[in-house]
Antibody, heavy 120, light 108 residues
Framework: QVQLVQSGAEVKKPGASVKVSCKASGYTFTNYDISWVRQAPGQGLEWMGW????????KYARKLQGRVTMTTDTPTSTAYMELRSLRSDDTAVYYCARPRKPYSSGWDYWGQGTLVTVSS | DIQMTQSPSSLSASVGDRVTITCRAS??????LNWYQQKPGKAPKLLIYAASSLQSGVPSRFSGSTSGTDFTLTISSLQPEDFATYYC??????????FGQGTRLEIK
């Protein structure tokens, strides 16, 4: 069965970086993009960007350009999201997600979420 | 960026009620509109994709429709497990995917 398993919660100081992992199983990793979404406490969903697990192409949300990098490691079927120069408003639960079919609309598999807390 | 305006932001209803949630796009998104349900502490769950296609395993009381840039999620007869927050999402612009602000559905 398809699973996306994310790394554990992180506490970081302002200005630091965080790298969240998303390990995929149960499907051919390189056939699907991985998207990243975050949700600040009590707030809505915010798309951060996506990466093609096939060729490494990326697209990032404009507001995060220059601070976010998404990568994949094909041998371990793992996607990574690194966010730099952390601020308090980066405190959120971070999710990875996979579309229901390659190049299709709608994400039907999600990781369990990783809480990143930014606090001095 | 394409703005998705969702209404209402919150809604109180009773078990058995018919409920409608609306999402309006600031420009055409064709049928690249998805609906998600999210319960506290959980990841979102895909309900409807491509405006009106029911995701596998989702009860048939959920349906989606569209008229131009307006999209509607309907729950025909609310069940206790449907009380949650619902989000629309446009994926027409893959360089800037956006969500509505959410609709919190509460028990009356």
């Amino acid at each position: 069965q398809v699973q996306l398993v994310q790394s554990g919660a992180e506490v970081k100081k302002p200005g630091a970086s965080v790298k969240v992992s998303c390990k995929a199983s149960g499907y051919t990793f390189t056939n699907y993009d991985i998207s990243w979404v975050r949700q600040a406490p009590g707030q809505g969903l915010e798309w951060m960007g996506w990466i093609s697990a096939n060729n490494g192409n990326t697209k990032y949300a404009r507001k995060l350009q220059g601070r976010v990098t998404m990568t994949t490691d094909t041998p371990t079927s793992t996607a990574y999201m690194e966010l730099r120069s952390l601020r308090s408003d980066d405190t959120a639960v971070y999710y990875c997600a996979r579309p229901r079919k390659p190049y299709s609309s709608g994400w039907d598999y999600w990781g369990q979420g990783t809480l990143v807390t930014v606090s001095s | 960026d394409i703005q998705m305006t969702q209404s209402p932001s919150s809604l109180s209803a009773s078990v058995g009620d018919r409920v409608t949630i609306t999402c309006r796009a600031s420009q055409s998104v064709s049928r690249f509109l998805n609906w998600y349900q999210q319960k506290p502490g959980k990841a979102p769950k895909l309900l409807i994709y491509a405006a009106s296609s029911l995701q596998s395993g989702v009860p048939s009381r959920f349906s989606g429709s569209t008229s131009g840039t307006d999209f509607t999620l309907t729950i025909s007869s609310l069940q206790p497990e449907d009380f949650a927050t619902y989000y629309c999402q446009q994926s027409y612009s893959t360089s800037s995917i956006t969500f509505g602000q959410g609709t919190r559905l509460e028990i009356k």
